[in-house]
């Protein structure tokens, strides 16, 4: 699975997407240095307000959705989008957490079911 993270996060550069600044490997250990979101998850931010407004919503979406279509046109799958994988830096949505993230080619059939079962779909 860290192989597919790194693969993703060298590959995709995108305002939406978390920026990879370095990977590196001890002995025991891999490193993946990535810039700093200052204002923590959307699944804490929900969690703090309850719910968002149609204004504060529909540019998180419109975030989510330009970050999820630029994952696809690289030939990713990411696998794990929820709201604990979305950051925010300076009101800026970045898709994180590729952990679970998959190359495909255009005959890939994908048969294993991976993600956090709250957010798979039925």
């Known amino acids: 699975m860290l192989e597919g993270e790194i693969e993703a996060l060298k590959k995709l550069n995108h305002p939406n997407i ?10 025991n250990n891999c490193y993946i240095i990535t ?5 923590g998850d959307l699944e804490h931010l929900l969690k703090k307000r309850q719910k ?3 204004d504060e919503a529909i540019p998180l ?4 959705i330009m970050g999820f279509t630029h994952i696809a046109e690289n030939g990713f799958l990411h696998r794990d989008l929820k709201p604990a994988n979305v950051l925010i830096k300076d009101k800026t949505v ?7 993230a998959k190359k495909i080619t255009p005959n890939t059939k994908e048969t294993v079911n991976v993600g956090s079962p709250l957010y798979m779909s039925p």
Request: charged fraction near 30%; charge should be negative.
């Open 35 to 39: 810039e700093f979101c200052n204002e």
């Open 94 to 100: 970045k898709i994180a957490d590729f952990g679970f």
């Open 18 to 27: 978390l920026k990879c600044h370095d990977i590196f490997s001890t002995a």
């Open 61 to 64: 979406i419109r975030e989510i």
């Open 52 to 54: 968002l407004s149609e």
